[in-house]
């Protein structure tokens, strides 16, 4: 069963909230043809949301087909830049009429806070505003040469694109993803997280609303095991765009390098937050506060490893953990929560895992460090803001990372010992320094290896700030106008313009 999407039949659905989503390839909703669909669940209550047809490897070869085709004999490439960015305003300007609805379906089969949804669905409307700029004056070079020969560069689409979306940010990532790539000329198959693959679907629907033609966007949510692993190894796709796990990503960068794909990763974190004597208590609290606990610390550059000098360590952890006691969990539609739900029950008892095993080791839960039953959600998935402190390098809850509401605090005592510290791990993707000292704080910042260094703020990145890292947090940059480059080709064009024919041998 398929049905033509265009801006008639979205106006005809009316309401983004259904009971069944399917998925999308050249611009028609199709079932799987398996006929296979997964359930996808609201985890603040434990409810089933909706069903959503779920792809195979058949399902994936056609959307690549149609991506294929869309690429190699459809119009989208050859718009005028001019048009490619009034479609992606478009775009922008439906997502902006939608946005309570957005947000909602993003609240819904995500779990998160309304105001996390809220920041997120804002920021991804602001992608596609970003890069209908940016692609407008992203253009070649025109190089110097010898007498007699022109020499220029011209920037084409890489062409049919994979782009692999994980569960903590269903909607912003997509955006990050897609607008670049479309923006680009490119063509896109976009797999969802299995758990949270609406809002991609809704965007797949409101592109092809707003003037994307058919087959340039196609989403197939499915295992990542079957489909992703499809699309990472398939020779008709030319790039590779991944958020999610290091070991994932390990194994798509060994699958991808048979065929030679471009790739781009954007790994795992354990990012250090680091506040110096000097620095202004209440604003590092706060700012702190809300790096690691923002989005139910559910983020790749959540600032989960705090260093704190010991001149101030007991100042700043008094606040700290009493402001931390006072943060709110529970319905995530209520304006005064702050932390939503964790994505699953399985994540759950990782996270609770990684708690326990620090206080066997000797380290001391300061708070929380349990499961949440609140009111009215007692069936969803719930953990409590988590601060632990004594801990020692070698914990496994200090070296690896747990994806959820947990920080862990240590002590320091001067510059060069905090920045050895905050670089013994194999992530370099977050990282954050609170001081009043500007020098230090630009000596320390060109010291962490790390991607994303943010000083004296709480937020990792804005629509035009390069978001990647660096170490096993992956490689390549996303959210920036450099994005452009990953999915385009510079093509070298050599001219000879002299009077006199060219005849290098000479005979």
Same mark, same amino acid.
């Given at each position: 069963m398929t049905q033509t999407i265009n801006k008639e039949t979205i106006t005809e659905v009316g309401e983004m909230k259904r009971d069944h989503y399917a998925?999308?390839?050249?611009?028609? &909703?199709v079932e799987s043809s398996s006929g296979d669909t997964l359930q996808t669940f609201n985890p603040a209550k434990g409810e089933m949301l909706a069903s959503v047809a779920k792809a195979n490897e058949e399902d994936a070869e056609k959307a690549?087909?149609?991506? &294929?085709?869309?690429?190699?004999?459809?119009?989208?490439?050859?718009y005028p830049v001019g048009k490619r960015s009034r479609v992606l305003n478009k775009i922008a300007q439906i997502m902006r009429d939608r946005f309570k609805e957005i947000v909602e379906m993003e609240v819904l089969n995500?779990?998160?806070?309304?105001?996390?949804?809220?920041t997120q669905v804002g920021q991804a409307i602001e992608d596609f505003e970003f890069y209908a700029g940016a692609i407008v004056g992203h253009r070649g070079t025109v190089n110097n040469m010898p007498y007699g020969f022109f020499n220029y560069t011209h920037k084409e689409p890489v062409g049919v694109?994979?782009?692999?979306?994980?569960?903590?940010?269903?909607?912003?990532?997509?955006a990050w993803k897609i607008a670049p790539a479309i923006a680009a000329g490119c063509s896109v198959v976009v797999k969802p997280a299995s758990l949270t693959p609406v809002t991609a679907i809704l965007l797949n629907e409101i592109c092809h609303e707003a003037g994307v033609p058919a087959g340039v966007v196609n989403t197939i949510p499915g295992s990542g095991r079957v489909v992703g692993d499809y699309l990472v190894k398939h020779e008709d796709i030319n790039k590779v765009a991944f958020t999610g796990s290091t070991p994932v990503g390990k194994d798509i960068m060994g699958k991808a390098s048979e065929t030679l794909k471009r790739i781009t990763l954007e790994l795992g974190g354990k990012s250090p937050n680091i506040v110096f004597?000097? =620095?202004?208590?209440?604003?590092?609290?706060?700012?702190?506060?809300?790096? +690691?606990?923002?989005? *139910?610390?559910?983020?790749?550059?959540?600032?989960? &490893?705090?260093?704190?000098?010991?001149? +101030?360590?007991d100042e700043f952890m008094e606040q700290f953990i009493a402001k931390t006691q006072k943060l709110k969990s529970g319905d995530p539609f209520d304006k005064g929560t702050h932390l939503g739900s964790i994505i699953s029950q399985e994540q759950v008892e990782v996270i609770d895992g990684y708690v326990q095993s620090a206080k066997a080791d000797g380290a001391t839960i300061a708070t929380g460090g349990k499961v949440l039953q609140p009111e009215g959600f007692e069936n969803g998935h719930w953990y409590a803001p988590t601060v632990i402190t004594d801990v020692t390098p070698d914990m496994k809850a200090v070296k690896e990372e747990i994806f959820g509401p947990?920080?862990?605090?240590?002590?320091? *005592?001067?510059?060069?010992?905090?920045?050895?510290?905050?670089?013994?791990?194999?992530?370099?993707?977050?990282?954050?320094?609170? *001081?009043t000292n500007? =020098?230090?704080? *630009? &000596?320390?910042?060109h010291q962490i290896q790390a991607g994303i260094v943010m000083v004296n703020s709480p937020f990792s990145a804005f629509p035009g700030t390069p978001f990647g890292g660096y170490k096993e947090s992956g490689f390549g940059r996303e959210?920036?106008?450099?994005?452009?480059?990953?999915?385009?080709?510079?093509?070298?064009?050599?001219?000879?313009y002299g009077a006199k024919p060219l005849n290098p041998f000479g005979v």
């Open positions: 998925m999308i390839i050249n611009g028609e &909703r690549v087909q149609a991506a &294929r085709n869309a690429f190699d004999h459809g119009k989208w490439r050859k995500s779990g998160k806070s309304v105001g996390a949804a809220q694109c994979a782009q692999i979306i994980p569960w903590n940010y269903p909607m912003m990532m997509a004597d000097d =620095a202004d208590i209440d604003a590092a609290v706060a700012g702190s506060l809300f790096g +690691i606990y923002f989005n *139910t610390g559910q983020s790749c550059e959540a600032r989960s &490893r705090m260093f704190v000098h010991e001149s +101030i360590y947990v920080v862990v605090v240590e002590k320091f *005592t001067d510059e060069k010992d905090v920045v050895k510290r905050a670089n013994d791990t194999k992530y370099g993707l977050g990282s954050a320094i609170w *001081t500007q =020098a230090k704080a *630009t &000596r320390v910042a959210l920036a106008v450099e994005s452009l480059d990953l999915y385009m080709e510079d093509k070298s064009v050599l001219s000879y």
